[in-house]
């Protein structure tokens, strides 16, 4: 062997960009649970966002003709423009949104789809602000484009939200974007019609900023008709309204998003998508055609379940003595307030922050929660409620048994 090629070799190391990204503290806890499992260890994760109902068979049936038919080959990397075209009507039907297929670009996954954004958007120095709590990839995604995180604070006596007033505190001169989502990760909150109005009325007062509407969780609201930011007057050509197939239709593995926006916007985001990855697979947008434009039985059926697991989660959340607790009104997470629980103790462990309460949890009652300084709420943690109700059960019983352990 030569050692002297090995010890050049040896010296290398990954880019600083690498070392400046976060890992996504959900990812992580997930991770960690998977192998405590792995390793015998009885652990119920409640830390994933992700569906546990399989993709409905009429989407995986249309997959497998797709492909029977040669569906197999390079798309374009806006999207297939049938898909693009369902987008279209999708939104046309549901949302009351007139978009054109060259102003809707298809991306591997509704993550894909902010991130091609931002980069497009966001200048070095530019602010972003971010009503916090938020899901833990945007600051990051922020943090890369060389932006600079303006996190807009909320909390469980607000049902996580923020004012037009402190919206409109926010902004600066360098604010050049904000982004939200609605139905929210993590905190399940929705925005009403007349809060998106204020937020569009303090928006109209500087028409420089820029608003990615995160709505992957649209179809897991149980407070009425989804309304989007770019439906209000003057909104739709400074809006991207971000969605896609996992969330809704239980399509997690099938790794499609899409973001509809002005055309510069998707242009854009094209070169940049181009840079990286083409186009999303071929045979999944044949499927989202199939989603997006067959029958709703199954969704909404997804989403009765939903509701009556948020009904019991709350319900069960609520009766441990320490948390603060709301009833979300979409999504499938509760986001309780657990300061209450800083400082107690046992065994010689102190908790200190809601990642070691977290931790404290998958240790003595092994449940996998996500703590919320990730999402910009230090005094939270996230708990998902995308499993079956005994698992639901079984889990928040243990928590609150472990719980009474702290003193």
Not at 360 to 386: K, M, N
Request: net charge negative.
């Amino acid at each position: 062997m030569d050692w002297g090629i090995f010890a050049v070799y040896s010296m290398f190391s990954a880019s600083l960009r690498i070392s400046e990204i976060v890992e996504s503290e959900t990812l992580a806890m997930t991770k960690k649970a998977r192998e405590l499992r792995e390793s015998g260890k009885d652990v119920i994760s409640l830390s994933i966002g992700e569906p546990d109902f399989n993709t409905p068979l009429h989407i995986c049936d249309a997959a497998y003709e797709a492909i029977k038919n040669g569906a197999t080959h390079y798309p374009p990397v806006l999207g297939l423009l049938a898909f693009r075209e369902s987008i279209c009507r999708k939104l046309q039907r549901e949302n009351g949104l007139d978009y054109k297929p060259d102003e809707i670009i298809v991306s591997n996954g509704a993550k894909h789809s902010i991130i091609n954004a931002v980069l497009s958007i966001v200048n070095p120095g530019d602010e972003v602000i971010l009503p916090a709590p938020f899901w833990v990839s945007y600051p990051t995604m922020v943090a890369y484009a060389g932006g600079v995180s303006v996190p807009l604070q909320t909390s469980v006596d607000n049902n996580y939200k923020p004012t037009a007033a402190e919206l409109r505190a926010a902004v600066t001169p360098k604010t050049r974007l904000l982004i939200f989502s609605s139905p929210c990760n993590p905190s399940g909150s929705v925005f009403s019609t007349a809060e998106l109005e204020e937020i569009a009325g303090v928006l109209r007062e500087f028409p420089d900023i820029f608003v990615i509407s995160d709505e992957i969780y649209e179809k897991i609201n149980y407070s009425g008709p989804h309304v989007s930011l770019a439906q209000l007057p003057g909104m739709k050509d400074r809006v991207a309204v971000v969605n896609g197939l996992s969330k809704g239709y239980a399509m997690t593995g099938w790794r499609i998003g899409y973001l509809a926006g002005p055309r510069w916007l998707v242009a854009a985001c094209e070169k940049m998508q181009g840079l990286f990855t083409s186009g999303a697979s071929s045979v999944g947008m044949m499927a989202g055609i199939a989603a997006l434009d067959g029958p709703p039985d199954s969704v909404e059926s997804m989403r009765s379940e939903f509701l009556k697991r948020r009904n019991r989660t709350a319900e069960l959340v609520s009766a441990i003595p320490g948390m603060r607790c709301n009833v979300p009104d979409g999504a499938f997470y509760v986001f309780p307030d657990v300061h209450a629980f800083f400082g107690k103790s046992y065994a010689g462990t102190t908790i200190h922050t809601a990642e070691d309460l977290c931790y404290f949890l998958l240790e003595h009652a092994g449940v996998a929660a996500v703590g919320g300084t990730a999402f910009g709420a230090p005094d939270c943690i996230r708990i998902s409620y995308a499993t079956d109700l005994n698992t639901i059960e079984k889990a928040l019983n243990r928590m609150a048994e472990a719980l009474l352990l702290l003193s």
